[in-house]
């Protein structure tokens, strides 16, 4: 799927949305921004995903959306039975039949698509085609179900995790106003220059916008933990350190991030820190949002390191983008960085969490 031919579409998505749903004066107005963003990310992943019809479907956004949740606590309810045990009762354990329903309308939507796509000859249903689109003309014995499971894994991957970070740049910048400034003017200039028309070679050319996000994904990636991986065999370390065969390993990364020896003042959220490793020379390629080495490690590691990192760096600096030029952002009045939540292993922002925001050109 070739990212920059999506750019357009999504930039005016972004704008269409974000102008309807923020505030449209210049007094300051709270604002959840995280239900906003969530909103803006499921339509974008829904046009890149399957296509247009589903972005404006809201059953399938809302069969994307909840899927998930009912998918975990269907699992968590069904481990509490011994394995042996699995197979009979996993008819009877509450949440299969939510779980079949929210499936089989899914599947609906999913095979209308697939009878398009073979009525139109397998060409795509829409300029730019979408990954569903691709997938489907390359491989077309595949079934309703493959393309549903497929949908999901890549929505579930990209989607909560776009939307959590998209929102914790925008919580870092409304308290960081003198680094957001910098972060703006260079947005603005930009701008004017591809004369409001960003493409994909544009994004290079806002190297404090990815330091900003790259620093935000450090303090605030969605998962504490990543490179999850089984080993196949027994294997010893160079170091001597041995791993058994059959073991899970997984790479502590928030800590990581947050190690002394690993990072100057690593408690310092410092939006520059990547821009001003980056003015060293031979280091003007490393340190970038998408960046993968055994130093950033907050997309995973190796052949399985995140393969939709280049689609979320897209969506969050469009986001980013739009915010900048258009509106301003602050805290509310004696109200701190907002804080996260921790639990098995992930990061959420607040969901709830309010910040103000006025619109600079009304
Ligand atoms: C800020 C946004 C995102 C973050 C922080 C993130 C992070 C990660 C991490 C840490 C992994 C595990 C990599 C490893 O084990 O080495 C991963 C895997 C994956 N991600 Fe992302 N991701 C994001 C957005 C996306 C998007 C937008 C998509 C798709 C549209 C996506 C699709 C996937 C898939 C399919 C995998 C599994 C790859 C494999 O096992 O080979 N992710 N992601």
Redo the contacts with the bound molecule.
């Keep these: 799927m070739y990212i920059g031919a999506f750019m357009p579409v999504m930039q005016t998505m972004f704008q269409t949305e974000l102008l309807a749903t923020l505030p449209k004066d210049n007094n300051w107005k709270t604002v959840k921004i995280y239900h906003i963003l969530f909103h803006l990310v499921c339509k974008s992943?829904a046009r890149?995903?399957l296509g247009e019809a589903a972005a404006e479907n809201p059953r399938w956004l809302r069969v994307q959306t909840d899927y998930i949740g009912t998918a975990i606590s269907y699992i968590q309810a069904l481990k509490k039975w011994p394995k042996s045990f699995r197979p009979f009762v996993y008819r009877y354990v509450e949440g299969y039949s939510t779980l079949r329903k929210q499936w089989n309308e899914g599947r609906a939507i999913v095979a209308d698509f697939l009878a398009k796509k073979k009525a139109n000859n397998w060409e795509p249903l829409q300029q730019p085609p979408s990954?569903f689109d691709i997938v489907a003309s390359t491989n077309r014995d595949m079934s309703v179900d493959e393309h549903l499971s497929l949908q999901i894994?890549?929505?579930v991957?990209?989607?909560h995790?776009?939307a959590?970070?998209?929102t914790q740049a925008l919580f870092d910048a409304a308290v960081n106003a003198d680094c957001i400034s910098q972060v703006r003017k260079e947005i603005q200039q930009l701008h004017a220059s591809c004369g409001g028309v960003i493409e994909r070679q544009h994004l290079s050319q806002l190297p404090k916008l990815d330091s900003f996000i790259k620093e935000v994904?450090r303090f605030s990636?969605?998962?504490l933990a990543?490179?999850?991986?089984k080993s196949s065999q027994d294997v010893t370390l160079s170091n001597g350190f041995h791993i058994p065969s059959g073991t899970t390993l997984e790479v502590a990364?928030g800590a990581i991030a947050m190690d002394p020896e690993v990072f100057d003042d690593p408690k310092v959220f410092d939006a520059l820190r990547f821009w001003k490793k980056r003015q060293v020379e031979n280091e003007s390629v490393k340190h970038q949002f998408t960046s993968v080495s055994p130093r950033d490690?907050?997309?995973?590691?190796?052949?399985?390191?995140?393969?939709?990192?280049y689609?979320?760096e897209v969506?969050?600096k469009l986001i980013m983008i739009q915010i900048l030029l258009r509106f301003e952002l602050k805290n509310p009045e004696g109200i701190a960085r907002h804080e996260s939540f921790n639990f098995d292993g992930q990061t959420m922002p607040n969901t709830e969490a309010e910040i103000l925001i006025r619109d600079i050109n009304a």
């Design positions: 992943a890149s995903l990954f894994t890549f929505f991957a990209g989607v995790t776009s959590a970070t998209s994904l990636s969605p998962d990543t490179f999850v991986r990364t490690l907050e997309w995973g590691y190796g052949r399985h390191a995140c393969p939709g990192r689609m979320a969506t969050i």
